[in-house]
């Protein structure tokens, strides 16, 4: 049942049930102008990990083992989910292609750049630059074709303190009417940490308790954002894990997380976030070395004074197999895409030890496990 049209039904939808017929010949009665536009009205998405509880978290990664094992289920039949790609992607935009269809229903992908239109984020402006079309318009046309719409933002690159506040993605989800999944914003990779979720859990059983990750930087001339390793930090803490962390000075992550992270970590007795001065120190012990390549926020909008650091502080940051002999057993997790013999030599990321196919293998079930879960029953 739609939430969002109680009287008239279902919303006008290319997929749904048809329009009551009284909705039909008064279009703008009452309870459709509102619900079409309230705000707040949106149903639950995912632009953060923390959306979910922990009894939805534990349904979606229980679903996903499901699907995994081979359950079928088609609880998208007759649904459409819109993608709407501000930039690239591999592993997200397959696994979600593959998820949807599997699950019966169709998927409909847009490139920004070459399908549609550039399109302005911020309330109130005069449109006179170079977006002609606004997100209020966009989410709210999407949201009557689609059931729910995916959002891989691009951003600015400009000013952290700006790129942070994820604008662009809370603009979709204010203005659609169906639930909005955020697929790597500049803030984080709820997505990836689902993925990551549920091969931890694979590999160490369903209580991460105690379980000691080292989340480590690695060099790379084209760093990533720390969307990835914000979700994992905040993933692992939640999970009652030990986290250690090392970077060089300088690639601090956000301020904002960092306070959560402690927070998390002080809930759980099992788990704690501490921070080391090497990838090295983070390993000793570790159960799960979880490399990564972030770019320096202290640095952020600068790439070329970020590039010439990456230069200087390559070498101390390779993940070899000396430094994975220091930790307990340990397997590498990356989220990849990962840059070969700079960030993880070719030896520990081929060998046994390494966890990042199954890792990205598991962005389909656990996609799957989500979007079942975001559209069941309605
Ligand atoms: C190095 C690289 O390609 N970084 C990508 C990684 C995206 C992963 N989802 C980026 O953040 O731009
Ligand atoms: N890890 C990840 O999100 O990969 P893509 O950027 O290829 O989707």
């Not at 083992?65 to 819109?82: I, P, Q």
């Not at 949201?143 to 600015?156: E, M, V, W």
């Not at 101390?316 to 994975?324: A, R, T």
Request: aromatic letters at 6%; hydrophobic letters at 40%; proline letters at 6%.
């Amino acid at each position: 049942m739609s939430k969002f049209l109680p009287e008239a039904g279902k919303r006008v939808s290319g997929c749904g049930a048809a329009l009551p017929y009284d909705s039909f010949v008064n279009p703008s009665s009452p309870s459709q102008e509102s619900a079409a536009r309230a705000p707040g009205k949106t149903p639950a998405g995912l632009i953060r990990l923390s959306d979910l509880s922990d009894a939805r978290l534990a349904d979606v990664l229980d679903l996903s083992d499901r699907f995994k094992a081979g359950v079928r289920r088609t609880e998208l039949a007759g649904k459409s989910v819109g993608f709407l790609f501000f930039r690239g992607s591999l592993r997200t935009r397959t696994a979600f292609e593959v998820a949807v269809h599997q699950l019966g229903g169709q998927g409909v992908h847009m490139s920004a750049g070459s399908d549609f239109w550039e399109v302005e984020a911020r309330d109130g402006v005069v449109m006179d630059g170079t977006a002609p079309e606004h997100v209020r318009d966009a989410a709210a046309v999407m949201s009557n074709y689609c059931d729910a719409l995916a959002i891989r933002p691009r951003p600015a690159g400009n000013a952290w303190a700006v790129d942070r506040r994820d604008e662009g993605i809370h603009a979709w989800a204010r203005h659609a009417t169906v639930p909005i999944i955020n697929m790597e914003s500049a803030l984080s990779h709820p997505l990836q940490a689902l993925a990551d979720l549920m091969t931890l859990r694979e590999t160490f059983g369903r209580d991460l308790s105690g379980k000691r990750l080292a989340i480590v930087w690695t060099p790379s001339p084209t760093p990533a954002g720390p969307s990835v390793v914000h979700s994992i930090l905040l993933a692992a803490l939640r999970s009652g894990m030990q986290v250690s962390l090392a970077h060089p000075r300088g690639y601090e992550l956000d301020e904002g997380v960092m306070s959560e992270a402690k927070a998390l970590g002080a809930q759980h007795p099992t788990g704690g976030l501490e921070h080391a001065n090497t990838s090295r120190d983070a390993a000793a012990g570790a159960h799960v070395v979880y490399a990564r390549s972030w770019m320096s926020l202290e640095n952020y909008g600068n790439k070329t004074r970020a590039a010439s650091r990456v230069a200087t502080e390559r070498r101390d940051w390779l993940v070899d197999e000396s430094l994975m002999q220091l930790g307990n057993e340990a397997r590498l997790m990356h989220p990849m895409p990962i840059r070969r013999n700079l960030e993880v030599t070719d030896s520990v990321l081929d060998g046994p030890r390494s966890l990042v196919y199954q890792q990205a293998a598991n962005r389909l079930p656990t996609q799957k496990g989500l979007l079942s879960l975001l559209l069941r029953g309605q």
